[in-house]
């Protein structure tokens, strides 16, 4: 099967569960968060190896996975807790290794908690944002998320077609300004057209500022990951998801995405400008 089949048969099949379970929210999202937070610390760890550094995966793996549990829990101060403590038994495991490597072995396995675990999390508040309906979080983020599946795509061609100037050429020579920019443009509209849509109190203003979020914020937690793999030297995070790579792969740009926009959200009700 070449690889365009594989990824189109992963999406058809992938894409109902991610949706049905944004719809069901609750420990179903918490779940997919936490499953998402330990896969992809493992990946950043596998990274890590390829730079011959010893990260602790027996400890940033359970941590990270549970800090969007914890939060879904009700256990806000359990996550400050956690990481302390991921640190600590860390800290404790290296001590029986000695002392070489040991600051970019603790570094990283404390980077692989808050990365993707602090941020993935964000999620779950996104997902509680209800004004009008149960459902009004579940539309927010299925908004966010087809936004960046848009933005991807109209950079990715518009890149192709059009793109002459380098966006940042050591980390991913392929991204240009050019689709950069129509990836942006082509996000605003989207979501200044879905979100007054799916939303009684959304508005196309509110749309655009979110769809600008989106192109901006997801595109950099993209070079982000692709600067994390360029300086491992590797291809992709993993190959967990057939002709798609890693968790970070796929999710890199909901992983940074998800924070700013509830924080844009946040903003915007400290104004008044939304409910």
């Known amino acids: ?62 941590a990270a996975g549970l800090v969007p549990l914890a939060l879904h829990g009700g256990c806000i101060a359990c996550l400050p807790a956690l990481l302390a403590a991921a640190c600590g038994i860390a800290l404790l495991v290296h001590l029986r290794r000695g002392i070489e490597g040991a600051l970019s072995a603790l570094s990283v396995t404390v980077l692989g908690t808050v990365y993707p675990g602090l941020f993935v999390l964000w999620l779950i508040p996104l997902r509680q944002w209800n004004v009008s309906s149960p459902l009004d979080g579940a539309w927010v983020v299925l908004a966010m998320i087809t936004g960046i599946w848009i933005c991807d795509t109209a950079a990715y061609f518009a890149g192709r077609s059009i793109g002459r100037r380098p966006l940042a050429p050591t980390v991913s020579p392929k991204k240009t300004w050019e689709g950069a920019f129509a990836g942006g443009i082509t996000t605003i509209l989207w979501c200044s057209v879905v979100v007054p849509a799916v939303l009684p109190w959304g508005t196309a203003w509110l749309g655009a500022a979110i769809g600008a979020t989106i192109g901006t914020v997801g595109q950099l937690g993209d070079l982000a990951e692709s600067l994390l793999k360029r300086d491992a030297a590797i291809k992709d995070s993993s190959a967990i998801i057939p002709g798609h790579g890693g968790v970070l792969d796929r999710f890199d740009s909901v992983i940074a995405t998800a924070p700013a926009v509830y924080g844009l959200l946040l903003l915007l009700r400290w104004f008044a400008f939304v409910p």
Do not use: D, F, Q
């Not at 992938?14 to 990946?43: N, S, Y």
């Open 1 to 62: 099967m070449s690889n365009l089949a594989t990824r189109i048969l992963v999406a058809l099949v992938g894409i109902p569960i991610v949706v049905a379970i944004i719809l069901a929210g609750g420990w179903w999202l918490a779940g997919l968060c936490a499953a998402i937070a330990a896969l992809g610390a493992g990946e950043l760890y596998r990274m890590a190896h390829a730079k011959g550094i010893r990260a602790i995966p027996v400890v940033g793996i359970p």
